[in-house]
């Protein structure tokens, strides 16, 4: 049973534009979720993190959206670029959980020029 | 540099052979974990060591084994026993307090692949 999920396996946009990236989750335990970039062979570099306990985080281009009650997250990139072209992960944790992650497939997002 | 360095890059292993994987971080990270990635799919937790000598099988330890003697260090060892052992094998640290949430950093991975 997949408890994070990203039902996009892939993501199209024009440089200059926002992407939007989808997560959704089913375990209420989790209470801190990550998003990571990864390129090919190699590993995933932490991008930005969100708490439970808000509902919205930033970082320069990249704002992290927290919906408790859909379970639901979201990663937007403003503005795109070509250079954001990568895997993105989604993962969530809990406390208590050892700080286990708990890894979605993935998107595959291109920015095209 | 801090950083977490994984060897080798890529690791070719023979049917019926056991092969380690290194990880070393200097970071000064408590926590240590190792994941699978196989292809369309997300990372997949192996083991993990919230401190030396110490840890806890993940959610496909089968078929693999691991050891903390240092804080610094985390090999795995693929055993004959794991069955499709083909991957991209990622070790990533944190700074592992409790009741912290603190994100995993990762190394570059190695390519495991059977001859």
């Known amino acids: 049973d997949q408890q994070v999920k990203q039902n996009s396996p892939s993501l199209s946009v024009q440089e200059g534009r926002i992407s939007i990236l989808n997560c959704d989750y089913t375990n209420s335990m989790f209470d801190y979720f990550l998003w990571y970039k990864k390129y090919p062979a190699e590993g995933p570099t932490f991008l930005i993190s969100?708490?439970?306990?808000?509902d919205k985080n930033e970082d320069g281009r990249f704002t992290v959206f927290l919906n408790k009650s859909a379970k639901h997250l979201s990663l937007h990139i403003v503005p795109s670029q070509p250079g954001d072209s990568a895997v993105y992960f989604c993962?969530?944790?809990?406390?208590?959980?050892?700080?286990?992650?708990?890894f979605g497939k993935g998107t595959k997002l291109t920015v095209n020029p | 540099d801090g950083g977490i360095t994984q060897s080798p890059k890529y690791l070719f292993r023979k049917e019926g052979q056991n092969v380690t994987l290194s990880c070393e971080q200097n970071l000064n990270h408590d926590a240590m974990y190792w994941y699978r990635q196989d292809p369309g799919q997300g990372l997949r937790l192996i083991y993990y060591s919230q401190i030396v000598n110490d840890f806890q099988k993940g959610d496909i330890a089968e078929g693999y084994s691991v050891s903390r003697e240092k804080k610094e260090s985390f090999p795995l060892t693929v055993t004959s026993a794991q069955k499709n052992p083909t991957a991209f094998y990622l070790c990533?640290?944190?700074?592992?307090?409790?009741?912290?949430?603190?994100?995993?950093?990762f190394g570059d991975g190695t390519r495991l692949s059977i001859l």
């Open positions: 993962a969530a944790s809990w406390q208590g959980g050892s700080e286990k992650l708990v």
């Open positions: 990533a640290s944190s700074i592992g307090y409790r009741g912290t949430n603190q994100p995993q950093h």
């Open positions: 969100i708490s439970s306990i808000k």
